[in-house]
């Protein structure tokens, strides 16, 4: 069965992942990793089907389908693809291959269930278990040339729904009811809708809509509850409160496109912006800018984090920075990619440094405790010589 929307990651990708990877292992004299999660399964093989990869120190990786083996085979590049029944083929198909099994074995312990993990060490009976993802987020915190191109195909299809959203947003339409156009129009762009995470107890959604009140609820930015409406089991993303003209509209969009992740965020207002709001925004900005000019290679990551917090207080807006009094967090910004958050994270006594490749999505956001938040988010990308946008989302205010 051809498929009708191929789309293939280049073998010279997948070729330059393993070798990073096979790097990383023999440093610290690992045998082998298997990998098990599908957003890594993806990165290394090309392909997200039912299955597994063993890739290890030396020597050429397996690829092991449960499912269907022609798609996997029209997915990837990788040269040993095998059909299997059962996983419990899997340890006598690696010893056949490489003449042994592997002494040390690393795997996903950050993700990976305890059960399973006992399962998997039942049935390989490695000597020693260690935690590849380290070593695995290490080769996926820089993105190749062809990586940037996914997240700027990414931030086409984002640019076209904020203008849609700009076109469309009126007062009557509750957030959750304005949230599901906005998605709606950016599915028929190619949006997955799946927000990938790689924290067990985090959820990824498409959205935020927080307006007037219900921004002013939020109280921690990295868990806004949403105002009037919203679930107790599911106490994020957009509520029931109605679009007000003449008010603050924070949307905060999460989007996916052939696996590449967008985090931007816009203030949006019906006619007018309130003045207190408005010269809000425009401090966010100034604070995202400023940080956009700063950040460059070999800067630390909790550098960035202390100027920001310097220049919200020289402009008077230290109490409302970073969320409510109490309740702040510590971060503007987080690495992004193939998950919505990836390592590193732009926050408080953060020694890793900027290097070229990396990607973030960078976020100065305020709360005003029962009025409003107001901010702005966009990705950028660290060059040779500093940064790049990669949003193509205007850095504006949208009064509409």
Known sequence: MELTNPYRVPASEIKSRTLKIQQELRQDEIDGLFIVQRVDLFYFSGTAQNGYMYIPAEGQPILFIKQYLPRAAQESSVADIVKIGSIKDIPQLIADRYGRLPGMLAYELDVLP????????????????????????????????????????????????FEYMRAT????LSEIEFAGM????????????????????????????????????????DSPASGEGTSAAFPVGAGHKKLCASEPIMIDLGSVLNGYHLDETRMFAIDSMPDRAMKTCRVAMEIHNAMIEKARPGIALGELFDHSVRLAEKLGYADSYLGIAGHKVSFIGHGIGLEIVEPHIIARNRKDRLEPGMVFALEPKFVYENEFCAGIESVFRVTETGTRLISKVPVEVFVC
């Open 169 to 172: 947003i009126r007062p009557g």
């Open 114 to 161: 305890v059960n399973d993990f006992k399962f998997y060490q039942s049935l390989f009976e490695a000597k020693k278990c260690v935690d590849g993802s380290p070593h695995i987020l290490k080769v996926r915190r820089i993105k190749s040339d062809w990586e940037i191109a996914q997240l700027e195909k990414t931030a086409d299809m984002t640019a076209k729904t």
């Open 182 to 221: 906005f998605e709606t129009f950016a599915r028929r762009l190619g949006h997955g809708a799946r927000i990938r995470v790689r924290h067990y107890q985090t959820e990824g959604y498409p959205w935020h809509v927080l307006s007037g009140k219900s921004g002013g609820l939020a109280g921690l930015l």
